[in-house]
């Protein structure tokens, strides 16, 4: 019964947590406000499942054994990418000490890529990398390739550390939550999350002053997630780091780097002050064509040369209507698989069912399947109604 509550529970903090993120990303856009406050309502009213009781915590510390400089890392007019393509151009930025940065942007843009060229794994193509005075640097790889996947646990941290007492090892080990018998695993018997931990064990031990991180919260579950969200707010270094977490980014970042169509600009706040930021562009952008669109008279012959023609804006008017059915599809499907979720989980939540593993587990794999519908369904409406929103 305990595994199976805890797994409805963290299933649930997952959930709540990204609507969390949704409602945060979505309240500030004007054609979203209305779905954002939709979906509040709905969490507003969701009923909570209570923690498992006497769930063990991971305990992950960072601390730094020297201090760096104040200036830790400046790029110059810095090109990145591979021999035979170019990923991002004139990336400009300055990394002070105690600094928090997140990367963010799309899949495949060059998030990495820049982490991979800053840690000289790969030659920037241009421009150039500064980096500060006693720096040591420390890489969290989201592909955990840094491990060996012949050795076990044990050897891992004690290969690193060879005159550490073996029982200072376990220890250290058990708070990471290896079991005695995990540390006689090899690394390639471990799951995703467990050698996200060993990774995580390792780079504590090493005592870096300059994190780089690529996705640490990839394969960690909620409370872990949570635990090394405090642990790098507590962290006495530097942080360099890639997410796809909004919540995660908002609670530590204060520098954004946001990369998107080969370029990357930088916004000096967290990921509410980001969003609102763009907010704000997007705002202005839209004020300006309607002042253009005021002030236009009847086109000259020159002018007439950037018009679309009939068949072109057809076209156009028919896309926008594609999309604006494709918004509507989706929000149907989203009501109609929210109302879906709330029902399980109420039905989860009564003590009944909560204290019986033969009721629960059916309802636990039905609400994973409806969730996870409803992640395709939220994903189908945000690229809908960002194609949407480009016939503003």
Known sequence: MDSQQEAAYEKQQEKIKKEEEFIQKNLVRASTTKRAQ???????????????????????????????????????????????????????????????????????????????TIMKKLEPKDGSIKYGASLDIGYYDQELQSL??????????????????????RSILASFLFTAEDIDKTVGQLSGGQKARLTLTVLSLEKDNFLLMDEPTNHLDIEA????????????????????????????????????????????????????????????????EAQKAETETTP?????????????QKARDSQKRKLERAVSDAEARIEKLEAEEQEIQTEMANPD????????????????????????????????LEALDEFE
Do not use: C
């Open 148 to 169: 060996d996947p012949s050795k076990t646990v044990l050897d891992t941290i004690w290969d690193r550390h060879k005159t550490m007492p073996e029982k200072d090892v």
């Open 38 to 116: 939709s979906r509040r309502k709905v969490l507003d009213k969701m009923e909570r499942i209570k923690p498992p009781k006497h769930k063990q915590k991971v305990r992950i510390n960072f601390t730094s054994e020297r201090p760096s400089g104040k200036e830790v890392l400046i790029a110059k007019d810095l090109t990145i990418g591979y021999p035979d393509k170019v990923m991002v151009s004139d990336i400009d930025f300055q990394v002070n000490k105690n600094d928090r940065v997140a990367i963010i942007g799309p899949n495949g843009i060059g998030k990495s890529t820049l982490l991979k």
């Open 225 to 288: 997630k949570e635990v090394l969200e405090e642990a790098l707010d507590n962290y006495d270094g530097t942080l360099l780091f890639v997410s796809h977490d909004r919540y995660f980014i908002n609670e530590l970042a204060n520098k954004i780097i946001s990369v998107r169509d080969g370029h990357a600009k930088i916004y000096n706040g967290n990921y509410s002050y980001y969003l609102d930021e763009k907010a704000k562009q997007a705002a202005a952008t839209q004020e300006a």
């Open 300 to 312: 000259s012959a020159s002018q007439n040369k950037g018009k679309l023609s009939y068949q072109e």
């Open 353 to 384: 069912i909560a204290a019986s593993f033969e009721k629960l587990g059916p309802l636990q794999e039905k609400l994973s399947a409806v969730q996870e519908q409803l992640d395709q369904a939220n994903n189908d409406w945000e690229n809908a």
